[in-house]
């Protein structure tokens, strides 16, 4: 046995920067290329790996601590490997033929399971292999989509969506089987009816959505105080009455706009597992239509060369041939984005799930008044709840973020008569 420091090597600009984690402990085996400790500096942040394999025997830095090239960072015990693996060849060599055979297998086995040892180095950036480790996966199994199998981000990502279809697979047998353990008539009258076709339908699609997006959820408020009253303020140049027109005409314009600013909204990724995403041109809004034989999400087409008056007339049209049963089956696909409203009803803030295989949807709620604090006091102002839930593979929280923003500027006083043009 011997002993050896592992010191800090030449990091190049990095100079006095902060650890900020520890990723051995003492008494942990470490082989060549092991992850030891992160630094980061202003710019970024980079771990540093092992020189050689060994056993640690103390720790000479912790979290919070500065360091630079030279600082030690380990202390390690190295076995003498060559003496282990003479006296193994003796022993072989006096093993019989049929038993060298089974050592020789055991060690092509053992092989194998080294190299799906968590600890083993992975073709990734420090910034992907540390983000594996957050979510507590190995990243030794994650197959890389980039060069040389170069594990990203979305690799990651997708093998947890994945994971979780498995898992989900998993638990719905269970749950079935928990179902057979007793019949719902021993503790009272029961009646058995057919789900809706249209239910039916549907619930594949939405467990393929659930199971296979990784789902997040954006929660805000729009302020359409001057949108409400510019809408209830329209009338019939020809006959003077007031023109009926609802919200949910505003949202579509207001989407449309968003959508062309941000066109990763207006994707699909239904190919990720070749690397390929699709950039639609069009803007075919789907709205959700609650009817008594199920949800529906006809699509509006062309939403962007449309004015408001022509897409309110549309709107009631669609779904009225949802709620008849009268929508051709091809006019349910080929959306850029979903809006799902539940104002007229009520409640505010949900978490709907994104229409496979779109990237993104809106949820709207009811509207409300509210005191908010505007130029040093308190005002009236109609707020509209927004939840926008979106496929974390291809979007980013900041850029949701940044699309609710706009929307909510397409819904405010500044863009409302231009929305009606």
């Known amino acids: 046995m011997s002993k050896k420091d592992i010191n800090v090597p030449n990091i190049g600009e990095f100079k006095d920067v902060e650890i900020i984690e ?28 092992s020189s050689d394999d060994g056993t640690v025997i103390s720790l000479n830095v912790k979290i919070g601590d500065k360091v630079s090239e030279g600082d030690k960072i380990v202390e390690i015990e190295i076995e003498k490997e060559k003496k282990k693996t003479s006296e193994k060849d003796s022993l072989k060599n006096q093993l ?31 910034k992907v292999r540390k983000f594996a480790r957050e979510l507590g996966i190995d990243i030794n199994k994650v197959s890389g989509s980039e060069r040389l199998g170069r594990v990203t981000e979305n690799d990651v990502k997708l093998f947890v969506a994945t994971k979780s279809d498995k898992n989900s697979k998993n638990q719905i047998t269970t749950e079935q089987k928990i179902e057979q353990e007793y019949s719902h008539s ?185 005191q908010v604090f505007m130029d040093g006091k308190f005002v009236t102002r109609t707020m509209l709840p927004l939840s926008l839930s979106y496929d974390h593979r291809i979007i980013d929280g900041a850029e949701a973020a940044r699309f609710n923003n706009d929307l909510k500027e397409n819904l405010g006083k500044n863009f409302a008569y231009k929305l009606a043009v």
């Open 22 to 49: 520890v990723l051995i402990k003492k008494g942990q085996k470490i082989k060549k290329n092991d992850p030891l400790i992160t630094i980061e500096s202003d710019k970024s942040s980079v771990e540093i790996p």
């Open 186 to 370: 021993e503790f009272g009258e029961v009646e058995i009816k057919n789900i809706p076709r249209v239910k039916k339908l549907s619930s594949k699609y939405l467990m393929n959505s659930w199971t296979k997006i990784p789902h997040v959820t954006n929660h805000d408020e729009a302020d359409i105080t001057e949108l409400e009253e510019f809408r209830t303020s329209l009338t019939d140049i020809y006959t003077g009455e007031k023109k009926k027109i609802t919200p949910l005409a505003f949202i579509v314009k207001a989407l449309t706009a968003s959508l062309k600013k941000f066109p990763n909204f207006n994707t699909s990724i239904d190919d990720i597992e070749n690397g390929k995403m699709t950039v639609k041109k069009y803007f075919h809004v789907g709205i959700a239509v609650d009817t008594p034989h199920g949800l529906m999400v006809p699509k509006l087409r062309n939403a962007d060369n449309k004015n408001i008056s022509l897409i309110s007339t549309e709107l009631k049209k669609i779904s009225q041939q949802c709620r008849d049963l009268k929508i051709d089956k091809k006019e349910l696909f080929g959306g850029s984005m979903t809006i799902t409203s539940l104002g007229g009803i009520g409640g505010s803030f949900f978490t709907p799930i994104i229409n496979y295989p779109e990237v993104a949807i809106l949820g709207v709620g009811r509207a409300e008044k509210k």
């Open 96 to 126: 019989p033929k049929e038993t060298k055979k089974n050592e020789e297998k055991k060690g092509k086995e053992s092989e194998n399971i080294i190299i799906k040892d968590f600890s083993s180095n992975a073709p990734a950036s420090p």
